[in-house]
C-alpha cells in the first residue's frame, strides 16, 4: 500500500549546519508531495509541496525535489536557524482524502 | 481572522465515557478533516466532510462519529470512549480538494 517512511530524530544541530530529512515513499499512482512543519504547541502548516516528478519545492530557505526514479523527496535547508527547530512531516496527497504522512522528524537545532 | 481553532486543548476521559470535541473555521472552507496523531505514525484521517450536512469515513473511523450541521465547524464524537482511543487529535480544513490543509493547534485526549 501507499506509505512514507522519513528518518527518525531527533536530528540535532548546530546553527548555520546544513540540514537534509529524508523521506522516500511508496505510492501506486502519481501523487503529490509535500513537507510540513509543526511548532511546539501548534498545527501544522505547509512549508512546500511538489505536485510531479522533478518539481522542487522551496520555502524559508528549504527545498525539496520529488525524485519519481528513487521514490524521494528529501528536505534540505543550506543554513539552519534556531528557529527551525520544529517537527518536521513529509506526505503524499493523492485526492482530498487519501492523505499519507511520515511519523515526523523533531529538529533541534542549538546556538 | 482566527484560522481553525479547536476545544478544548485537553481533556482527560474514564473507559465508557463520552466527549464532543468541538473545530471551528473562519476562512469559509468546503471541506474539514479529523486527523489523529499517535507517537512514532503520522496523521491518520479519522473522518472528513466536503460540505455543509456531508460526512465521510476516513481511514480510522471506528468508535468515532462526526457532525458538520454549520458550515464553519465540524464535531467529533466519542461514544464510549476507549484507552485506544489516546492521541492527539487534529482538525483541519482546506477551500477545495486542490488547495492547502489548515490545521488547528490539536486536542490532546486521555482516556484513562
Known amino acids: 500500500g501507499d506509505s512514507v517512511t522519513q528518518m527518525e530524530g531527533p536530528v540535532t544541530l548546530s546553527e548555520e549546519a546544513f540540514l537534509t530529512i529524508n523521506c522516500t515513499y511508496t505510492a501506486t499512482g502519481y501523487p503529490s508531495l509535500f513537507w510540513y512543519v509543526q511548532y511546539p504547541g501548534e498545527g501544522l502548516q505547509l512549508l512546500l509541496k511538489?505536485?510531479?516528478?522533478?518539481d522542487k519545492g522551496s520555502n524559508k530557505g528549504f527545498e525539496a525535489t520529488y525524485r519519481k526514479e528513487t521514490t524521494s523527496f528529501h528536505l534540505e535547508k543550506g543554513s539552519v536557524q534556531v528557529s527551525d527547530s520544529a517537527v518536521y512531516f513529509c506526505?503524499?496527497?493523492?485526492?482530498?482524502?487519501?492523505?499519507?504522512f511520515g511519523s515526523g522528524t523533531k529538529l533541534n537545532v542549538k546556538p | 481572522n482566527a484560522g481553525v481553532t479547536q476545544t478544548p486543548k485537553f481533556r482527560v476521559l474514564k473507559t465508557g465515557q463520552s466527549m464532543t470535541l468541538l473545530c471551528a473555521q473562519d476562512m469559509n472552507h468546503e471541506y474539514m478533516y479529523w486527523y489523529r496523531q499517535d507517537p512514532g505514525m503520522g496523521l491518520r484521517l479519522i473522518h472528513y466532510?466536503?460540505?455543509?450536512?456531508?460526512?465521510a469515513k476516513g481511514e480510522v473511523p471506528d468508535g468515532y462519529n462526526v457532525s458538520r450541521l454549520k458550515k464553519q465547524n465540524f464535531l467529533l464524537g466519542l461514544e464510549s470512549a476507549a484507552p485506544s482511543q489516546t492521541s492527539v487529535y487534529f482538525c483541519?480544513?482546506?477551500?477545495?480538494?486542490?488547495?492547502?490543509?489548515?490545521f488547528g493547534p490539536g486536542t490532546r485526549l486521555t482516556v484513562t
Open positions: 483541519a480544513s482546506s477551500y477545495s480538494a486542490q488547495r492547502e490543509q489548515y
Open positions: 506526505a503524499l496527497r493523492y485526492n482530498f482524502n487519501k492523505f499519507y
Open positions: 511538489a505536485t510531479k516528478a522533478d
Open positions: 466532510s466536503v460540505g455543509e450536512g456531508t460526512t
